[in-house]
């Protein structure tokens, strides 16, 4: 988190803190959050620098956001927008719990500022069912249980799209045989090594592998 | 993090006209600099995003070679077909480094200037010459597994951690910069990194304001490319040893060879005697061997990587051994 919060910053917080007691799922999912992610403000004896205005794409919405600068796009979804989907694991770009998708493509979201995306398009796991409807990767990961306490599968879920459209752009990885050849066939091998940037620490990766492949449209 | 403020260049001369100033940094991909902005090891106080000039061009060059924007991708460079085609070597290396997602952010330019993951470098409650000059090097007697062997000074001995800089290394890449003035310059990669020695904290010879505009790969040296990278896990872990190999061999005889190493200095590390060890060589032990103790001429342990003597010696073995099986 930034060290600078305003007021607005928290009241947000509130907010989300009180949208999860209407789900019903508070013990589970506020026991899942880390600390970091609902400490109040850091003391910060800095004045703040400028804030900057940012206008961003989520999920198909326009957002006019006014941010201090070092707000992450990790924070700018968590701490402004109360879109609590991504998650904040390690908060260095280690363990992937924060995966996005900008302009279609997988990111850390805690390693980029929100104002560098001024402008940009990002989905968001919020952003990937239709209504009831889900996406076929979070069906994909619901058949197969693709995990157990769930704090790494957003990011794995939306780190999968990316990985798929990765693949069918024929994008090679480093367990690739032949670089020369277009696609690779996403075998047990590829998908690992293509999300080794997704940490579960349940360790459901059997599970995960399996979801993808039925996500890829590969036999189980 | 502490405060900055944030500018975003629309023009390279510009940019590298506010990085000149104090305090200021370019941020590129960021997945790094935010990294240790985050720990405070680095604190500019002013950015300066260039993530929207109109660098993430790759061209064909009239020789045959490529010219790779500084801020194409990781990830766009290993999968260019030019570059799998004709540069199997550094496409293998990107592809070694990092994540998937970090591959999608991390630039050419800031690949090649990421810092070191030494520990000490990352923890600022513990002396490091890079980072606070003078203060000592807490490496020297403490957890050095995964620091260098060659090319370390008694001020730091870090590593340089990049795998597409290595792939570089062994391609004769040339850097592309541009100064405040507008001024063009080329820098061979092999001089763009500079060893330790007194000033740890001096990494590269790049002046203040200059940036890195591109990289130049001339043409393709004959022979079978390959890239090897040891490390602790399968993915997504730097490297303890990487070969960067170009050998041009046939019916068991070695022509050339170019051998570029990452994880044993403090640069991407290229060993002239070894590769002339193995010209007109027989591709055999004694010959791999030869090349092996050129490479690690010099070479001194630590300690907690005194191993990678050994490693090195055992993983060029190998990739020679493949490389110039019939």
């Known amino acids: ?220 | 993090m502490k405060a900055f403020t944030y500018h975003r260049a629309d023009t390279t001369v510009h940019a590298a006209a506010a990085a000149i100033k104090p305090g200021s940094k370019i941020i590129a991909g960021g997945t790094n600099l935010l990294d240790l902005m985050k720990l405070q090891v680095e604190t500019p106080s002013n950015l300066v995003d260039i993530n929207r000039l109109p660098l993430d061009k790759i061209e064909e060059t009239p020789d045959g070679g490529l010219r790779i924007g500084a801020l194409v991708r990781n990830s766009d460079l290993a999968a260019d077909q030019r570059v799998r085609q004709r540069y199997g070597v550094l496409s293998r290396a990107l592809l070694a480094g990092a994540s998937a997602q970090l591959r999608n952010k991390a630039t050419t330019g800031g690949n090649l200037l990421q810092r070191t993951r030494c520990y000490y470098f990352y923890d600022i409650t513990k002396p490091c010459n890079k980072r606070n000059p003078g203060s000592g090097c807490a490496a020297l007697a403490g957890f050095n597994r995964i620091h260098a062997i060659l090319g370390t000074s008694e001020h730091c001995i870090a590593t340089h951690p990049s795998d597409m800089a290595v792939a570089m290394r062994a391609l004769d890449a040339k850097v592309e910069t541009v100064n405040d003035a507008g001024d063009a310059k080329i820098i061979p990669i092999a001089e763009l990194h500079r060893l330790p020695g007194t000033t740890p904290e001096i990494e590269t010879s790049l002046k203040p304001g200059e940036i890195i505009t591109a990289v130049t790969l001339p043409p393709p040296p004959p022979g079978v490319q390959m890239y090897r990278k040891v490390r602790d896990r399968a993915s997504y872990a730097f490297a303890l040893v990487s070969v960067a190999a170009i050998v041009d061999s046939a019916r068991g005889r070695i022509r050339s060879a170019r051998l570029a190493f990452g994880g044993l200095a403090p640069k991407p590390w290229r060993s002239p005697q070894a590769e002339q060890t193995l010209v007109n060589a027989p591709a055999d032990t004694g010959t791999f061997d030869t090349a092996a103790s050129a490479v690690l001429e010099g070479a001194r342990g630590f300690g907690g990587n005194d191993f990678k003597i050994p490693l090195t010696r055992r993983t060029l073995h190998s990739v020679l051994e493949e490389m110039t099986r019939a």
């Open chain 1, 1 to 220: 988190m930034d060290e600078h919060e305003s007021a607005t910053d928290l009241n947000s917080i509130e907010v989300t803190r009180r949208t999860v007691i209407e789900t019903g799922t508070t013990a589970l999912l506020l026991t899942a959050l880390p600390g970091a992610a609902l400490a109040g403000p850091v003391e910060d004896k800095e004045p703040s620098p400028p804030a900057v205005k940012v206008d961003l794409q989520i999920n198909g919405h326009s957002h006019s956001l006014v941010l201090d600068p070092r707000t992450t796009l990790l924070d700018a979804l968590r701490e402004h927008l109360a879109l609590t989907g991504s998650k904040k694991g390690c908060d260095h770009g280690q363990c992937g719990a924060c995966t996005v998708l900008i302009e279609g493509r997988r990111i850390n979201s805690c390693l980029t500022l929100a104002v560098m995306h001024d402008g940009e398009s990002i989905t968001t796991i919020e952003g990937l069912a239709s209504g009831d409807h889900l996406h076929p990767v979070q069906t994909a990961f619901v058949e197969h249980d693709g995990f157990q306490c769930g704090y790494c599968t957003s990011g794995q879920i939306c780190s999968t799209i990316g990985m798929l459209a990765e693949s069918r752009l024929g994008v090679p990885s480093y367990v690739t045989e032949d670089l020369t050849r277009p696609a690779a066939e996403l075998s047990d091998a590829e998908i690992r090594e293509r999300m080794s940037g997704n940490i579960c620490r349940c360790a459901a990766y059997p599970n995960i592998v399996a979801a993808i492949k039925q996500a890829a449209g590969l036999p189980t």
